[in-house]
């Protein structure tokens, strides 16, 4: 064996070929499934979430309308229109239509019933007060009690 054939017979190192970046390893397909299935359930709750509070949304809004017009020209018909919202509103959260027709200590007693009341004057101003043949008026603060009680309205 001469040492030239043996150096003839030898080849320049080579280098392999670049990893190429796809296809990803099974721990990037894991990951990009698990990140697919996380963005779909927070999609879904969020969807879920906003049409279970579709009526409180609207109940806000039709809120604001009142409130403006109350506070514009305090009037039974006025305060009527705030009782029918607040029935409408009760109706919504525990799908029963009973509310609707609530009256008298019932209806005190329901708007009372939940987590968050009313304070007993202005319960008793929108269970009673129009039946008094003078309405008493809803005060700034009372009617901010009201848009509280509507925003934190929720299913016992």
């Known amino acids: 064996m001469d040492p030239a054939s043996l150096l003839a017979q030898l080849r320049d190192i080579q280098a392999?070929?670049?990893?190429?970046w796809w296809p990803p390893a099974i721990g990037w397909?894991?990951?990009?499934?698990?990140?697919?299935a996380l963005t779909a359930c927070a999609v879904i709750s969020m969807l879920r979430y906003r049409r279970r509070n579709a009526w409180r949304r609207a109940a806000l809004q039709e809120?604001?309308?009142?409130?403006?017009d109350y506070e514009a020209q305090p009037s039974a018909e006025?305060?009527?229109?705030?009782?029918?919202?607040?029935?409408?509103?009760?109706?919504?959260v525990y799908f029963d239509e009973h509310?609707?027709?609530?009256?008298?200590?019932h209806w005190h007693?329901?708007?009372?019933?939940?987590?968050?009341?009313?304070?007993?004057?202005?319960?008793?101003?929108?269970a009673y007060g129009l039946?008094?043949?003078e309405v008493q008026p809803?005060?700034?603060?009372?009617?901010?009690?009201?848009?509280?009680?509507?925003r934190r309205l929720k299913r016992c």
């Open 63 to 68: 809120w604001r309308q009142i409130r403006r």
């Open 138 to 150: 809803l005060t700034a603060p009372k009617l901010n009690d009201i848009e509280k009680w509507i």
């Open 78 to 92: 006025q305060l009527a229109l705030i009782v029918q919202l607040l029935r409408r509103s009760l109706a919504s």
């Open 29 to 36: 397909w894991l990951l990009a499934l698990m990140l697919t």
């Open 16 to 20: 392999p070929e670049p990893i190429s």
């Open 99 to 105: 509310y609707l027709s609530m009256t008298g200590e």
């Open 131 to 133: 039946y008094h043949p």
């Open 109 to 126: 007693s329901a708007l009372q019933s939940n987590k968050h009341t009313l304070d007993t004057e202005t319960a008793k101003l929108l």
